[in-house]
T-cell receptor, first 113, second 113 residues
Framework: SQTIHQWPATLVQPVGSPLSLECTVE??????LYWYRQAAGRGLQLLFY??????ISSEVPQNLSASRPQDRQFILSSKKLLLSDSGFYLC????????????FGPGTRLTVL | AQSVSQHNHHVILSEAASLELGCNYS??????LFWYVQYPGQHLQLLLK??????LVKGIKGFEAEFIKSKFSFNLRKPSVQWSDTAEYFC???????????FGTGTRLKVLA
């Protein structure tokens, strides 16, 4: 069966520090991968999605970037965190040849101080 | 612009009451429609989905939703809610051509025992 992992689960970082959040998927090949930020009252905001290795689509101009170095690995990064980057970050995947149901990871709670 | 609107941000019901959560969307092309649910402390998970065919779709736990194309709506319903339905509900719209998904801001449902 397929599983999706995210780490770390929680992270507290100072303003101006770098960020790297990792998401990996097991049990499937060539998934589409997604990064969302979930904020109270604002729902899920799509940040990035990827349909293949090295292919990244950015949805919202911001202080973050994403990379997909391997088929089942999706990384969210920042060179210098801002206070406004605090939030709950969710990774998700779908099987492009499947029925387009998105499967979500457990999320990472990021607090920038 | 692509968007999803959930008009009810917070809903409080007593057990056995009927539920209807509104979802309206603005999205070009052929749409795929979803409702996801996030129970306290758990991952987001799929409740039901519509791709084509019968506009009335049934999901898990007695939920159903109706796609009304002329109204760009996909409202979620349940005839009789239970305390265990307390959760946050998200409507989402996607397109199998672009693999891009837009989520609504969510509705927090609290069911009183």
């Amino acid at each position: 069966s397929q599983t999706i992992h995210q780490w770390p689960a929680t992270l507290v970082q100072p303003v101006g520090s770098p960020l790297s959040l990792e998401c990996t998927v097991e049990g499937t090949s060539n998934p589409n991968l997604y990064w969302y930020r979930q904020a109270a009252g604002r729902g899920l905001q799509l940040l990035f999605y990827s349909v293949g290795i090295g292919q990244i689509s950015s949805e919202v101009p911001q202080n973050l970037s994403a990379s997909r170095p391997q088929d089942r690995q999706f990384i969210l990064s920042s060179k210098k965190l801002l206070l406004s980057d605090s939030g709950f970050y969710l990774c998700a995947w779908i099987l492009a040849s499947g029925d387009n149901e998105q499967f979500f990871g457990p999320g990472t709670r990021l607090t920038v101080l | 612009a692509q968007s999803v609107s959930q008009h009810n941000h917070h809903v409080i019901l007593s057990e056995a009451a009927s539920l209807e959560l509104g979802c309206n969307y603005s999205y070009g092309g052929t749409v795929n429609l979803f409702w996801y649910v996030q129970y306290p402390g758990q991952h987001l998970q799929l409740l039901l989905k519509y791709f084509s065919g019968d506009p009335l779709v049934k999901g898990i736990k007695g939920f159903e939703a109706e796609f009304i194309k002329s109204k760009f709506s996909f409202n979620l319903r349940k005839p009789s809610v239970q305390w265990s339905d307390t959760a946050e509900y998200f409507c989402a719209v996607g397109n199998s051509g672009t693999y891009k998904y837009i989520f609504g801001t969510g509705t927090r449902l609290k069911v009183l025992a």
